[in-house]
């Protein structure tokens, strides 16, 4: 998967200049830390060559795991920023603005107001019951939904969003559980980052610590002795503790929001905001004063009864196949507050971070909620899932939907491997298309 850039040139010139800024700023802070520092200052003018030593290997080890995080978490962000595929209504716009327009000016779609919160305007759903990725929704027992029952829509990538997925403004795309858009590290902190994005603050404020003790233990020791202050010290002692800072309280920040299986996003929404649930109930159920109910596969029509036997519809005539293939979901909203996703401070912390200490600490694997694969839902469901289910009264499925469960998600296995295959496909013209516009 390529690159995918932010849409203003001001913002595409910071995140290029950041990573440079950085760069500078760990050299300078290297040749500081180990030469003046702990060579000139203990080694050589102090004699403390334990301290010169000591010194030596904390900056050593941290500033290491720092680079290493650094550069996975830089990679994956070029590499795979976790973006939702676009439309592909919207590679036509793009392919089609991009001929039209021949100047360098030729990406002018701004956006104006939440999008987030005008999922329909502009650009309708597709109304098609074979819309590209809807069955990926249905085949769940749970997904988030609008009010209607139908899975949230992105009027600019013109595609259903997956759960926790949010459209990022900066560079114009969906964006699986998004954080947010960093120019330091070189674009958006999403899904497929954000465990390098934590480990990545946590080794900078370790370095940062161990440069302003360094730093000040030498200033302190130079002042004491009448040799005065060293300028390169003095400036890096400032600039640790700038950086170091803002290192900190990154860190803290996104480990609060991993223990609680959180975004950024999620925590400014969690306030005052409800998640509309689409739960699987057994067929036949009908909408009631608590609840409405929806049935998929949804027909040309727009009818969302459940098919009987004989029936002729937009899909032909209704089978018993068919009627099995069918389900059924209460639209329901949680309590405001509520996080579904929330499993307990560990279980979020391993969803993000890994099953192991040394996936804590290393960037070795991705977090396994980037490759969560489940029939029940595109995360995992916490209590608070259960407990919804249980204020509505929704009954449980029937043993005979339970078990068509097993044969519907392989149908449903296949048809992602042909989606994925399509996409792969669409890809080419679709990345053409985007990065051409934002040129």
Known sequence: MSSVRARRSETRWVTRFMPVFLAVCFGLTTYTTAKRVCVDHFLHRSQQPSAAIAFLVFYLVTFTFMLLTYIRLFLVIQLNPGVVPLGQRAIWRLEKEEKEKPSWRRHKHKQTGDIEANAYSNVGPDDDPDSPGLES???????????????????????WKPDRAHHCSEIDRCVKKMDHYCPWVGGIVGETSFKYFIQFTFYASLCSIVVITACAVCTRQRLHTGHGLDGFVVAILALSGLLGFFAVTMFITSARYALQNMTNIDYLKSKNFVHNLAIRVPR???????????????????????????????????????????????????????????????????????????DWLLPLKDSPCATYENNESFYEMGPIYLRVRERFRLPHLTDDEKGFTTSKKELSSKSQAKERKQK???????????????L
């Open 137 to 159: 929704f249905y085949s769940k027992d749970v997904f988030l939904c609008e009010s209607d029952g139908k899975p949230r829509w992105c009027h600019s990538c013109c595609t």
């Open 284 to 358: 036949g159920i009908q909408s009631c004063e608590k609840y409405k109910v929806v049935t998929y596969p949804i027909s040309k029509s727009g009818d969302l009864a459940t098919p009987l036997p004989g029936d002729v519809g937009a899909r032909g005539v209704a089978n018993e196949r068919d009627m099995l293939a069918t389900r059924t979901f209460a639209v329901v909203k949680t309590e405001l507050g509520e996080n579904p996703w929330d499993l307990g401070f560990y279980r979020n912390w391993k969803s993000v971070m890994g099953n192991s200490i040394i």
């Open 424 to 438: 792969k496909q669409e890809q080419g013209s679709q990345d053409r298309a985007h990065g051409s516009a934002n």
